[in-house]
């Protein structure tokens, strides 16, 4: 799919509205932080990112204040979300990010100010959200709001991938990756593959890390986050940033929490990489490399459909040796038990793994990026 064209800049650029509420950690603000610098940067839109927790954006993008109530970076204005927002209009298109319930001083002015109201909602590989991306739901005042799903399939709403993700990735090599490491104080070794690990608390950890440290070499990368509790306990000791810790066949590297850009790159260099929730799950997607996903934990088990749905999309043309090993590891991830027993088979079919999640990208971004199809979406329906 071809990209909108760029808007003419010699008349003011259109407005839009993003409003995000802090729910999993930086998921939420990690998805809407990429749209929204996506926005700007490539469409020439004018960018207001309404956020009740600008701290935890400011963790994800340098440069950014959690004090100031507003303040400009990255081509986007960014405002704290709090008791007194939403009085001032809206702009043309209005973005409630995963039902964030918007102000009710802002609710209140739509039937006047008409924007295109808009629904972003979680990401899912599951059928029915094909069905549903784009239709109406009528609210008070005669206003419709949008329901927008990000997907994997040409009739859903796509997947964030910035242009600058596509070049830079590209360009990233063995070489890169190594001066990388070497710039946080890791050497690489010749013949060591590496893990990335980004997870929730995980009760089938250590079983897991017994295998990585009596098998083949492997370096574990482990960003500054939740998973180091349960890291240190079964290391013996506490961890934090710029920790080193050995066990057998096994390296453990803690880094400091990465923003976005760095995030991205530390994906680039692995060889596996374990990711959880949304933002990091799609990262790993376009970083070519195999992955290992950690549903968010849903009430009844519901993640377990949405796990499932994307392993039929993921693992659709493989040979099916390779997709059973993969299958049975990514469940046993999410279910924290049987890990060790379904890791062997699992680590044998890495390589194959590799070749098929680049033309998987490559498939992804065949109809065009969230971005993209957003702005076109918008466009049949402001005229």
């Known amino acids: 799919m071809s990209r909108p064209p760029a808007p ?6 259109q407005r839009w509205d993003l409003w995000c509420r802090v729910v999993d950690n930086y998921g939420d603000a990690g998805v809407c932080w990429r749209l929204a610098r996506q926005l700007a940067a490539e469409y020439g839109l004018a960018v207001q990112l309404w956020i009740d927790r600008p701290e935890a954006l400011a963790r994800l993008q340098p440069g950014i204040d959690p004090a100031r109530p507003r303040q400009h970076c990255a081509g986007v204005d960014i405002l704290r979300w709090d008791a007194d927002s939403g009085a001032s209009p809206p702009g043309a298109v209005l973005i409630e990010a995963f039902a964030c319930e918007l102000p009710v001083a802002l609710r209140a002015q739509l039937a006047v100010t008409r924007p295109l109201w808009i629904n972003l909602e979680y990401l899912s590989a599951e059928d029915w959200i094909d ?25 859903s709403g796509g997947l964030i991938c910035e242009a600058t993700c596509r070049s830079a990735r590209a360009a990233w090599d063995e070489t890169a990756a190594r001066g990388w490491l070497a710039a946080h104080g890791i050497d690489a070794r010749g013949g060591e593959r590496r893990l990335s690990l ?3 608390e995980q009760a089938a950890l250590g079983e897991w890390l017994e295998q990585l440290a009596s098998g083949e070499p492997w370096l574990l990368l482990v960003p500054e986050g939740r998973i180091l509790e349960a890291l240190g306990a079964w290391a013996g000791q506490p961890l934090a940033a710029g920790s080193r810790y050995a ?6 590297a803690v880094l400091p929490f990465l923003d976005q850009d760095d995030y991205d790159r530390l994906l680039w260099s692995c060889t596996l990489n374990a990711v959880r929730g949304e933002d990091s ?3 790993a997607q376009w970083a070519r490399r195999p992955l290992l996903w950690q549903a968010y ?12 749905a994307w392993l039929q999309r993921w693992l659709a043309g493989l040979d099916a040796g390779v997709a059973d090993a993969t299958r049975r590891f990514q469940l046993a991830w999410n279910r924290e038990r049987d890990v060790a027993a379904a890791w062997p088979e699992f680590a044998a079919v890495l390589p194959a793994l590799e070749q098929h999640a ?16 957003l702005v076109q979406f918008t466009a049949s329906r402001l005229g």
């Open 358 to 373: 680049a033309g998987w990208a490559e498939q992804l971004l065949h109809d065009g990026d969230l971005a993209a199809k």
């Open 297 to 308: 934990r849903q009430a009844q088990d519901a993640h377990f459909d949405k796990l499932d």
């Open 281 to 283: 799950f799609v990262r």
């Open 8 to 13: 003419c800049h010699t008349a003011p650029a």
């Open 247 to 252: 066990r057998g066949a096994l390296r453990l």
């Open 198 to 200: 980004f997870a929730y």
């Open 131 to 155: 069905g549903c991306h784009g239709l109406p739901s009528p609210q008070a005042g005669g206003v419709a709001k949008y329901f927008y799903f990000p997907g994997f399939t040409p009739a």
